[in-house]
């Protein structure tokens, strides 16, 4: 992907957005982290590179929630909603612990 957005745009104007950099970046550590795969062949320092660029590439998807209003959308509400989700989850553990404790005093 990279590779041909540097083809189509040339590179000064693809440098130039810091989003393209940043996926230029993430791409470039990608492929290094599968030669080090290859290279190291089982050695636990490739697979800590492989974590953190695996990562970064769940972060390229965060470019969407800048483009996309629908998406922007969701989860303004979802982040709007959380407290109420919060007391929800509060009250369920609270009732989970009486029925727990009175199942214990009953048959236990």
């Given at each position: 992907?990279?590779?041909?957005?540097i083809?189509?745009?040339?590179?000064?104007?693809?440098?130039?957005?810091?989003?393209?950099?940043?996926?230029?970046?993430v791409v470039?550590?990608?492929t290094?982290?599968?030669?080090?795969?290859f290279?190291?062949?089982?050695?636990?320092?490739?697979?800590?590179?492989?974590?953190i660029?695996r990562?970064?590439?769940?972060?390229?998807?965060?470019?969407?929630v800048r483009?996309v209003?629908?998406i922007?959308t969701?989860?303004?509400?979802?982040?709007?909603?959380m407290?109420?989700?919060?007391?929800?989850?509060?009250?369920?553990?609270?009732?989970?612990f009486?029925?727990?404790?009175?199942?214990?005093?009953?048959?236990g």
């Open positions: 992907e990279a590779a041909l957005k083809f189509g745009l040339n590179f000064g104007q693809y440098w130039r957005d810091g989003w393209n950099r940043f996926d230029f970046f470039a550590g990608s290094a982290g599968v030669a080090v795969r290279a190291a062949n089982g050695i636990d320092l490739a697979t800590a590179f492989l974590r660029i990562l970064l590439r769940v972060a390229r998807a965060l470019r969407l483009r209003k629908g922007r969701l989860l303004k509400t979802f982040f709007l909603s407290p109420s989700v919060y007391n929800i989850g509060a009250i369920l553990l609270l009732l989970l009486i029925f727990a404790v009175l199942g214990l005093h009953l048959f």
